[in-house]
């Protein structure tokens, strides 16, 4: 960044301080600010006022002049993460970057490689075992006209359907399409180009074929924001049928609810799907989309099947029909959170949290065929060999202390977050072939050197005394500060690595006000 772009930014924030101080309480000690602003949106994610006793809070911090900063840094598509400390004598200072952020958790993440991200699971599991669609386009259509017929026949009037595209478009679409869809879907659109906002297919609406081969509606980005390791989709329902991923070009949504959510057809199932099943995707079902069907054909037939039953509301012509949509709300006993005991049959666990582990026996879970993510919580330690035994991705221990040597050798985990008032034996992480992250709290390490021997790593949170301890960072594609740093400590950290080039370092300020 050149000068003349630094100083105005110093300018920015000087005023910015001068607004905070002006607005602060009588006796604050400190103001800290946790601002962003990017292309579409701004605000902060935390600010207080530090007052004598070591509370905060409670007062209205203004935060200005983030779209003018945001301007002077270059205005990329990435947010600008702005952190700011005030002191009432009219010192501030503040780091500002592209590439570094803050969490919920109050992490500072610092992306050095945003475009080498963990292999998802989806990507190791073999193809479908029958790769051959269970459609059926004849059935389909037949199946569609009689749908057609008994709704008009409730309705007591036919619904208006777009009519077909020539075969000539249609065919055209389809070649121009760089994907496929199944046939019996493709049947359909000989039938009608979708349905005009009726709702066919479980209150979702029916896009016309030349918005379900054009447009890409959604494809979520994975960014290591995100937390890509602690959020990795799990197994549907049944497993094996969804690939464990976030999103895939192969997953061709063909009906909205409005709402952000899909239906979608699946070309590229798990081994234990079928190829064109139907799944529902969106901003609900981002990390666990849900199967629906093995086909099309299958969700007409199910849909018919519920007119037969009566399982439907007419609401003054418009028709609701209830045919057991899977849903995000449903009851799901894959994830578990309490306290000891815990589940005897955990068949279906994919997720365990504990809050309290004392006397806590994790036998039942030893040989839990789905869990993949465990999170621990109390004084401990607790015997983690049953662990050993299930195919583990994602640790969190946040305990008095903790012995990972049960685990030696895991060959699934991933990720491994210790927080312990205890030091913890790091040398077990040598042997975890598939570790990629890993976070200390301050206390939580014997012997930092174990870390520069961990070939796989992608992502390292460590405290700023523990960043200090030791030395060259590895080769990474993110790094994490964790503690309560200042921004003198954050921008001291952050040189530590070299700056992408996508998304640059951060810049330091150092400076005064009139107070």
């Not at 066919?200 to 390791?229: C, G, M, Q, V």
Request: charged share 25%.
């Amino acid at each position: 960044m050149d000068d003349q772009r630094k100083d105005a930014m110093a300018e920015v924030l000087r005023n910015t301080a001068a607004q905070v101080a002006a607005a602060a309480p009588e006796g604050w000690r400190r103001a800290r600010v946790h601002a962003y602003c990017g292309p579409s949106a701004s605000g902060h994610r935390g600010a207080g006022y530090e007052m004598p006793d070591g509370s905060s809070g409670g007062w209205r911090i203004p935060v200005g002049g983030l779209r003018r900063l945001y301007k002077l840094s270059g205005a990329s598509k990435a947010d600008l993460t702005v952190d700011l400390a005030v002191e009432p004598s009219g010192r501030f200072e503040a780091v500002t970057g592209q590439a570094i952020s803050r969490d919920h958790s109050g992490r500072f993440l610092y992306v050095l490689r945003p475009d080498t991200l963990p292999r998802e699971p989806g990507a190791d599991q073999g193809p479908p075992t029958n790769p051959a669609p269970a459609g059926d386009p004849q059935e389909a259509v037949r199946l569609f006209r009689e749908y057609l017929r008994r709704r008009a026949d409730l309705l007591g009037e036919e619904e208006l359907l777009p009519d077909p595209l020539d075969p000539a478009e249609r065919a055209a679409l389809l070649a121009a399409f760089p994907g496929d869809l199944p046939p019996d879907l493709v049947a359909l659109y000989g039938e009608a180009d979708g349905d005009d906002e009726t709702g066919l297919f479980h209150n979702h609406l029916w896009f016309p074929l030349e918005s379900t081969t054009t447009f890409i509606h959604h494809r979520p980005e994975r960014k290591w924001a995100d937390e890509p390791l602690w959020s990795m989709p799990g197994d549907g329902e049944p497993p094996g049928a969804i690939r464990r991923q976030l999103s895939s070009p192969r997953w061709i949504p063909f009906a909205t609810s409005t709402g952000g959510d899909y239906l979608a057809v699946d070309m590229d199932p798990g081994p234990a799907g079928r190829p064109g099943q139907v799944i529902r995707v969106g901003i609900h079902y981002d990390n666990a989309p849900v199967y629906v069907a093995d086909s099309v054909t299958t969700m007409l037939r199910r849909l018919v099947e519920a007119l037969d039953r009566g399982d439907y509301e007419d609401s003054e012509g418009y028709l609701d029909v209830y045919a057991d949509l899977p849903s995000y709300l449903d009851d799901s006993r894959t994830y578990w959170r309490g306290e000891a005991p815990i589940p005897k049959k955990p068949r279906r666990l994919q997720s365990l949290v504990v809050d309290k582990v004392a006397d806590l026996d994790l036998e039942p879970v030893r040989g839990a065929p789905h869990l993949r993510l465990v999170a621990l919580f109390g004084e401990g330690p607790v015997d983690l060999s049953p662990l050993r035994e299930v195919p583990l991705e994602a640790l969190r221990l946040e305990l008095n202390a903790a012995d990972l040597s049960p685990l030696a050798g895991h060959p699934t985990l991933r990720t491994v977050t210790l927080r312990t008032r205890e030091p913890v034996d790091l040398g077990v992480l040598r042997t975890f072939p598939r570790l990629e992250e890993l976070e200390l709290a301050d206390a939580a390490a014997h012997d930092l050197a174990v870390i520069g021997e961990l070939n796989g790593l992608l992502s390292l949170t460590l405290p700023p005394e523990q960043w200090r301890r030791l030395g060259k960072p590895p080769p990474l594609a993110a790094a994490g500060l964790g503690g309560d740093p200042t921004p003198g400590q954050v921008s001291e950290w952050a040189a530590r690595f070299e700056p992408g080039e996508e998304l640059g370092g951060c810049e330091y300020f150092a400076e005064r006000f009139d107070a």
